[in-house]
């Protein structure tokens, strides 16, 4: 069986738990209560070992969160030399948001990244399909991975 790691990081209260357990069918959704993440970058080194994608989600109601998704990426992304197309940048709207839609404002190398709006009360199965395209091109991405090891060990 194949198996990918992708991780979900992002600002504090930007939906990554909620976004997680709806993707993964794990629970229904409920009101906002903190999750007691991984906060010290020391242990970041760990999680990030022998990861697949990175999917950055932050809050697109907080302006804040548009500069901190910057630091995101270059500890997630780029210091793990992954390639932006395994990486997914989720605009995530929270229920009752007003939930607006245009793209934000995002630097470069932000602004070349895929990246999808996620409202559960508007339209889950949006996110849902943008996930599992996400999902599908993680998994091509680490068979033909496979595949080269073991062509080269055979040859």
């Known amino acids: ?19 997680a357990n709806f993707l993964t069918e794990s629970s229904d959704i409920t009101e906002y209560n903190p999750t007691q993440g991984v906060r010290f970058e020391s242990c970041w080194p760990a999680l990030m070992k022998d990861s697949h994608g990175v999917v950055i989600i932050f809050n697109a109601d907080i302006p804040s969160h548009l500069k901190e998704i910057e630091m995101w990426y270059s500890c997630f992304v ?13 605009a995530h709207h929270k229920p009752g948001s007003g939930s607006d839609r245009g793209n934000p404002a ?43 090891e073991e062509m080269s060990i055979i040859t």
């Open 78 to 90: 780029q210091q793990q030399f992954l390639q932006d197309t395994q990486c997914l940048l989720i």
């Open 106 to 148: 995002l630097s470069p190398p932000l602004n070349k990244l895929k990246l999808v709006h996620s409202n559960l009360e508007d339209d889950p199965e949006e996110i849902r399909m943008e996930f599992i395209k996400y999902l599908r091109s993680i998994v091509n991405s680490v068979s033909e991975s496979r595949d080269r």
């Open 1 to 19: 069986m194949l198996k990918a790691k992708i991780l979900f990081v992002g600002p504090c209260e930007s939906g990554k738990t909620v976004l």
